[in-house]
Structures are given as structure tokens and as C-alpha cells.
């Protein structure tokens, strides 16, 4: 499916982090320019970071909506060139030019135009040089030095200047979706909180509900989720109803009032030590926030002694949640899930899309 190049609608093609992922190290290798664009909050710019962390790269992150044309064209200055003065842009040193060292350890560089649709016309035309002809004033960027772009979209709302047509062609586009899967397959590998899991598993569309015109300060998406979960690490065992301006100050207030909410079920769940003592028969409340919760309760805490009793426990819970449940522990182990005792047979009876 083609994709459209008029920002001033939505690009028709979304792709997930992970697969955006790959499409900018294709392009890395096909020598194009990719950029990445989404509404706020999706994780753009973490995902050139991940790239140069596992490749070896330096990041240099040059946010455009505050340059000026002459931090990408050069300073003027005036050279002696056989006793005749003449003025030459002199480079930023931030850029890589073909004359200077790969760093130590290193294997190059991505050079990341972050808020590139941010940036005022004047900007963005400085950048076409960069971006197509690899060079800063009359400068070769290093051949190890790649280009990548990220924005925000031009119908959030969001301080967004349209992307003129002679940088668009300039560079591949790709606009990131929100998938709850890829957030908890991350989260979960990174000290996601059992209760956030739970929730959005429950509420799988507030991971990210954006809306440009809304009014509260802030909003939830993968981002402002993971403050709260900062928040409720170094809370401890404070009750959630105390974190609550924390908590609206970092989703808003509707998500955080759903969010609270379905924390006071942790209250009526069964006790882990009844659930393994009684896999098939333990006592709990038949909503379905209490069969989420417990679903997420038991999928955090498997391991290898008590794994019998807990894949008993999820398909005591129910087919949906023994899903939702073979899915987190997939997302927590990896590809350690098959030393899970019982597995393969948990597996078989609720299939294999998500061993990883």
C-alpha cells in the first residue's frame, strides 16, 4: 500500500514500534533517510535509541524546532587563503564529517532530527542539504553518519509546521501506531507494574487515548504510563487513592479515575497461597476485573516450583484470561517460557502466537 506524502492528512499505512523498528534499519541499509511520525507520547524517539544502542552507535539529537538555518548551514568565518580573505561556513562541531574519528567503541553515528515537522520553514530548508546531499555548507558528513527524522502528526494539535513537499520527498515516512501487545511484551521485561498490565489489559484503549482538543494537561499514552509506573515503584505500599494527584497529573484525569478504580480490586483478590493451595477451586469474585487481576497476579508470580498450580489456576480462571495469562508470561520470560513446566501442553490447548 502506497504510502501518502501530504501531511496534511493522516498517512495512510501505521506501522507497530517493533516493525518500525526494522523499517528504519532497511533503510539505514538502503542509504535513504527515514521518518518517523506519530501523536505524542508513542515512543518515536525512543526507538532510534534502542537501534544505536544495540548497533553501537552515538545518537546526536538535534531538535530543529530550536535551530536556527545557520546551526545546519554553518557560521560564516574568514579564511586567509593565499593572503586573499574569503568567507566559509564553518560546520557545528556536533556533525560528523568525513575527516573526523568513529569514537572508541563505537561503530558510527545516527544523526536524529527529533521535531522535524516542529520546525519553522527557514529550518527545514536548511536540512534539505543534510538530508539529501549529505553535507553541511560544502562539509561531507561521515559515511558511518546516518540520518533519521521524528514528528509529531499535523492533525494533533501539537506545535506542527506543515512539512513542505521538497523535504517530504527527501525522506521515507512511516507513521507508529500504539499496540498494547509490543508496550506490555516491553513493559513486562522492563518492571511493569502488575496493576498497570492488568489494567490495560482490561482497558486496552487507554494506552493511548489522544485526543487534540482536550482539555486536561496531559493525557494517557505509553510515555505518561510509564511515569506512573515510576510513581508507584517508589511508592511502595502506599495506597493508590494517595497517589492520586500524582497519578491524574501523569494520565489525566479520566484514566486515572478508571485506573484507581480497578487498583481498589486488588483488595478482594484471592490470596496467591489459596490459589496454589486450591488451584481448581479457589474462591473469587466473577468480574471481570477480578479475573483479569488474578490473571495478571498469577502470570507475574510463575516459575518453575509452582508452575503446575498456576497453569491450573488460569484455566480454572477461564479460557479468555488462560490467553490473556500465557500471553504476559510469554511477554516476561521470552524465550525461557519453554523451562515452565507444563507449558508445551498450555500451549497446545491455547496455541502458540505468542511464544517468542
Known sequence: MPISLSLSKEITMQITLKRAAQAVKRSFRAGV??????????????????IAEQA????????????????????PAFLDKNGVQKAQYIP???????????PEGKHGWILFFDEIT????AVQSAAYKIILDRMVGHHKLHPKCFIAGAGNLLTDNAVVEEMSTALQSRMVHFEIKSDLEEFLTWGLKNNL???????????????????????????????????VNSLLNIAGDVDESELRPEIVGSIGEGAATDFITYCKV???????????????????D??????????????YRIDKDNATACLEALN?????????????????????????????AFFAKYGTEYLL
Open 316 to 344: 480454572y480462571i477461564g479460557a479468555e484470561f488462560a490467553f490473556v495469562g500465557m500471553r504476559t508470561i510469554c511477554s516476561i520470560l521470552g524465550n525461557d517460557v519453554m523451562k515452565i513446566p507444563g507449558m508445551s
Open 193 to 227: 507494574d502488575e496493576r498497570i498490565a492488568g489494567f490495560l489489559n482490561y482497558q486496552p484503549h487507554l494506552l493511548h487515548k489522544f485526543d487534540p482538543h482536550h482539555n486536561d494537561n496531559t493525557f494517557p499514552c505509553p510515555r505518561t504510563w510509564m511515569f
Open 286 to 299: 466473577s468480574s471481570p476485573a477480578i479475573k483479569y487481576a488474578t490473571t495478571m497476579m498469577v502470570a
Open 118 to 121: 516542529s520546525a519553522p520553514p
Open 92 to 102: 557545528m562541531d556536533i556533525f560528523p564529517l568525513a575527516t573526523d574519528k568513529v
Open 33 to 50: 533517510v527515514p521518518v518517523l511520525h506519530s501523536s505524542p507520547g508513542i515512543g518515536k524517539s525512543s526507538i532510534i535509541h534502542q
Open 56 to 75: 553501537g552507535f552515538d545518537v546526536i539529537d538535534v531538535r530543529l524546532a530550536q535551530c536556527d538555518p545557520t546551526d545546519l548551514s554553518g557560521y
Open 266 to 284: 486488588y483488595a478482594k483478590l484471592p490470596r496467591f497461597e489459596d490459589i496454589l493451595a486450591n488451584p481448581s477451586g479457589f474462591k473469587m
